[in-house]
C-alpha cells in the first residue's frame, strides 16, 4: 500500500468494484472503446479522482484537456442545475434561447481578431472543423484545404484525413476525403523547416488560387505539444493574404486557457480569420464553436450549418461559467503558474535520465519527448508508455502523445495545487527511475 497525501492505492488495480464493471465493459461495450486507465471513476473534485474502490489519483489528463476550471467547478455544478429547472431542449433553430446567444456574444468579446466576429455552435472538435471549412468553402468558392504534418483533427470522415497519424485514426477507414494537402511543419526538436519550403511544398501540391482554407493547430496537440517558431504562424498569415483564402486556427486542445492566453495564437502577434474551440470550453460537456470574422461566418445560406444538439442549453451555461472562472479567478496566470512548475520538473527529469531528449510547452500545455539516445533521437515509445503506466499505478494519470507515442504531456486543470504538482511530479521521478532501472 502506498499513502500520501492526495493520492492512495489501497487495492491492486482494478479494484474487485472496477473489475467487475470492466468485466461488463468488455463484454457489452465495443472494443475499439479502450479505456487508459485500469479502474471505474466513482467521484471527482478539482484534479483528483477516486475510483470505486476508494483509490485516489492526480488527474494529469484533464479529461483529455476538458477541465480547465477542475472537475465540478461549484459554478458550473450550479448553473446546469439552474439550467434543468428551466428548460433541457428545443434546438436552436426550432426555438432559440438566450444562453446561446450569451455565449455566442461572451466568446467573440475574448476572441482576439479585430473588427465583427460571429460564432456558431456545435457538438465536438471534429465538428467545429468540419464545418469551419465548409464556412470556408462557402466563403471562398473553392474546395482545397491545407494541413500540417503531426496534425489532430478529429475523427470524422473529413477531419481524419486532416488529422496526420495513420494508427489508430485512420487504420481500416479508408478511401478518405479528396482535396486535402500536407504541408511540412518546424519540429523544432527534430526537423528545420524554412517558410521557403513550405511555400515551396503548398505550390508543388495544389494550385493555390484553389484553396479554400488552411487549418493549422497553432500549438500541436495530439502530435506532440510541439510550439512553433514565433515566425510561422504569421508566416501563415502572409501566405493566406497572398493566395486569397482562409486562415483557421484549431484551438480546440490549445483554447480556453490551456497556454496561459484565452488563445495560443495571441502568443504570436498574429490573428485568423476563423478560430475552432471545444474541450474545456463547457467544462467537458459536448460543446465546440467557430468563430472568426462576421463576414466569412454569414457566408453559408440559411440552414447550412447547424444540428439538433448543437450549442444545447446545458453545454452553453456551461460554458458561460467556464470563461467568468477563467477572468474572475484569474486562471489565465494560474495556467502560466502551473506549467511553469510541471516545465521545471520536466527539466529536472532531464538533467537526471538521458531518456529525456525534449521538454517544451506553452503555458500548462507542456510535454517531454523520450528517445533511446540523444544523439539519434530514436522514439522511446515503450519506455514512454512503461512509465505512464508505473506511474499511473502509483497514483498519478499522465497521457502520452505524439505520432511515435513517445511523448508524456499534461492536460492538468488549472485548479491543480502545487502540492497536488509535487506529489504526481514526484510519482512520475519514481517511476522514471524503477522503469530505467530494469531497462
Same mark, same amino acid.
Given at each position: 500500500?502506498?499513502?500520501?497525501?492526495?493520492? =492512495?492505492?489501497?487495492?491492486?488495480?482494478? %479494484?474487485?468494484?472496477?473489475? /467487475? !464493471?470492466?468485466? +461488463?465493459? @468488455?463484454?457489452? &461495450?465495443? *472494443?475499439?472503446?479502450?479505456?487508459?486507465?485500469?479502474?471505474?471513476?466513482?467521484?471527482?473534485?478539482?484534479?483528483?479522482?477516486?475510483?470505486?474502490?476508494?483509490? =485516489?489519483?492526480?488527474?494529469?489528463?484533464? %479529461?483529455?484537456?476538458?477541465? /480547465? !476550471?477542475?472537475? +465540478?467547478? @461549484?459554478?458550473? &455544478?450550479? *448553473?446546469?442545475?439552474?439550467?434543468?429547472?428551466?428548460?433541457?431542449?428545443?434546438?436552436?433553430?426550432?426555438?432559440?434561447?438566450?444562453?446561446?446567444?450569451?455565449?455566442?456574444?461572451?466568446?467573440?468579446?475574448?476572441?482576439?481578431?479585430?473588427?465583427?466576429?460571429?460564432?456558431?455552435?456545435?457538438?465536438?472538435?471534429?465538428?467545429?472543423?468540419?464545418?469551419?471549412?465548409?464556412?470556408?468553402?462557402?466563403?471562398?468558392?473553392?474546395?482545397?484545404?491545407?494541413?500540417?504534418?503531426?496534425?489532430?483533427?478529429?475523427?470524422?470522415?473529413?477531419?481524419?484525413?486532416?488529422?496526420?497519424?495513420?494508427?489508430?485514426?485512420?487504420?481500416?477507414?479508408?478511401?478518405?476525403?479528396?482535396?486535402?494537402?500536407?504541408?511540412?511543419?518546424?519540429?523544432?526538436?527534430?526537423?528545420?523547416?524554412?517558410?521557403?519550403?513550405?511555400?515551396?511544398?503548398?505550390?508543388?501540391?495544389?494550385?493555390?488560387?484553389?484553396?479554400?482554407?488552411?487549418?493549422?493547430?497553432?500549438?500541436?496537440?495530439?502530435?506532440?505539444?510541439?510550439?512553433?517558431?514565433?515566425?510561422?504562424?504569421?508566416?501563415?498569415?502572409?501566405?493566406?493574404?497572398?493566395?486569397?483564402?482562409?486562415?483557421?486556427?484549431?484551438?480546440?486542445?490549445?483554447?480556453?486557457?490551456?497556454?496561459?492566453?484565452?488563445?495560443?495564437?495571441?502568443?504570436?502577434?498574429?490573428?485568423?480569420?476563423?478560430?475552432?474551440?471545444?474541450?474545456?470550453?463547457?467544462?467537458?460537456?459536448?460543446?465546440?464553436?467557430?468563430?472568426?470574422?462576421?463576414?466569412?461566418?454569414?457566408?453559408?445560406?440559411?440552414?447550412?450549418?447547424?444540428?439538433?444538439?448543437?450549442?444545447?442549453?446545458?453545454?452553453?451555461?456551461?460554458?458561460?461559467?467556464?470563461?467568468?472562472?477563467?477572468?474572475?479567478?484569474?486562471?489565465?496566470?494560474?495556467?502560466?503558474?502551473?506549467?511553469?512548475?510541471?516545465?521545471?520538473?520536466?527539466?529536472?527529469?532531464?538533467?537526471?535520465?538521458?531518456?529525456?531528449?525534449?521538454?517544451?510547452?506553452?503555458?500548462?500545455?507542456?510535454?517531454?519527448?523520450?528517445?533511446?539516445?540523444?544523439?539519434?533521437?530514436?522514439?522511446?515509445?515503450?519506455?514512454?508508455?512503461?512509465?505512464?503506466?508505473?506511474?499511473?499505478?502509483?497514483?498519478?494519470?499522465?497521457?502520452?502523445?505524439?505520432?511515435?507515442?513517445?511523448?508524456?504531456?499534461?492536460?492538468?486543470?488549472?485548479?491543480?495545487?502545487?502540492?497536488?504538482?509535487?506529489?504526481?511530479?514526484?510519482?512520475?521521478?519514481?517511476?522514471?527511475?524503477?522503469?530505467?532501472?530494469?531497462?
Amino acid at each position: 500500500m502506498v499513502e500520501r497525501k492526495s493520492t =492512495r492505492i489501497q487495492t491492486a488495480l482494478p %479494484g474487485p468494484k472496477s473489475a /467487475a !464493471v470492466l468485466a +461488463r465493459k @468488455a463484454k457489452y &461495450v465495443a *472494443a475499439p472503446l479502450e479505456a487508459y486507465a485500469p479502474f471505474v471513476i466513482r467521484s471527482s473534485e478539482g484534479a483528483i479522482i477516486e475510483d470505486l474502490d476508494g483509490n =485516489r489519483f492526480i488527474d494529469f489528463t484533464g %479529461g483529455w484537456g476538458c477541465l /480547465a !476550471v477542475g472537475q +465540478r467547478h @461549484a459554478r458550473i &455544478v450550479k *448553473a446546469l442545475r439552474d439550467q434543468m429547472d428551466d428548460f433541457l431542449h428545443t434546438d436552436f433553430t426550432a426555438v432559440p434561447y438566450a444562453p446561446l446567444v450569451d455565449l455566442a456574444e461572451l466568446l467573440c468579446k475574448h476572441t482576439a481578431i479585430a473588427g465583427e466576429k460571429k460564432a456558431a455552435f456545435f457538438n465536438s472538435g471534429a465538428e467545429a472543423i468540419e464545418n469551419a471549412v465548409k464556412i470556408a468553402r462557402a466563403y471562398t468558392k473553392r474546395k482545397s484545404v491545407l494541413v500540417f504534418e503531426n496534425a489532430f483533427h478529429g475523427r470524422t470522415l473529413l477531419t481524419m484525413t486532416m488529422t496526420h497519424k495513420a494508427k489508430p485514426y485512420k487504420t481500416g477507414f479508408g478511401p478518405f476525403a479528396s482535396d486535402v494537402y500536407r504541408l511540412p511543419y518546424p519540429y523544432e526538436y527534430r526537423k528545420h523547416v524554412t517558410p521557403e519550403e513550405i511555400e515551396s511544398s503548398l505550390l508543388s501540391l495544389v494550385d493555390p488560387t484553389e484553396v479554400a482554407v488552411m487549418v493549422v493547430e497553432p500549438v500541436i496537440g495530439e502530435g506532440g505539444f510541439l510550439v512553433p517558431p514565433a515566425w510561422f504562424l504569421p508566416f501563415l498569415r502572409a501566405l493566406a493574404d497572398k493566395y486569397g483564402f482562409v486562415l483557421a486556427f484549431d484551438e480546440v486542445q490549445s483554447g480556453i486557457g490551456r497556454t496561459g492566453k484565452f488563445f495560443a495564437f495571441e502568443h504570436f502577434a498574429v490573428e485568423p480569420d476563423l478560430v475552432c474551440v471545444a474541450k474545456s470550453l463547457a467544462s467537458g460537456l459536448p460543446l465546440s464553436g467557430v468563430v472568426g470574422r462576421a463576414k466569412i461566418m454569414d457566408a453559408p445560406i440559411p440552414s447550412a450549418i447547424g444540428g439538433t444538439y448543437a450549442g444545447n442549453p446545458l453545454a452553453c451555461r456551461a460554458a458561460i461559467e467556464v470563461i467568468h472562472i477563467l477572468d474572475e479567478e484569474d486562471l489565465l496566470s494560474r495556467a502560466t503558474h502551473v506549467g511553469n512548475r510541471i516545465k521545471a520538473r520536466f527539466q529536472r527529469l532531464a538533467d537526471r535520465f538521458d531518456v529525456v531528449g525534449d521538454v517544451r510547452g506553452l503555458g500548462a500545455m507542456v510535454a517531454i519527448e523520450l528517445v533511446k539516445d540523444r544523439v539519434t533521437k530514436e522514439p522511446a515509445k515503450e519506455i514512454a508508455g512503461r512509465i505512464a503506466q508505473t506511474a499511473l499505478a502509483n497514483g498519478a494519470i499522465f497521457p502520452t502523445a505524439g505520432l511515435q507515442g513517445n511523448v508524456l504531456r499534461v492536460l492538468v486543470s488549472f485548479v491543480i495545487t502545487d502540492q497536488q504538482i509535487d506529489e504526481g511530479m514526484d510519482i512520475l521521478e519514481d517511476a522514471f527511475a524503477e522503469v530505467l532501472s530494469k531497462a
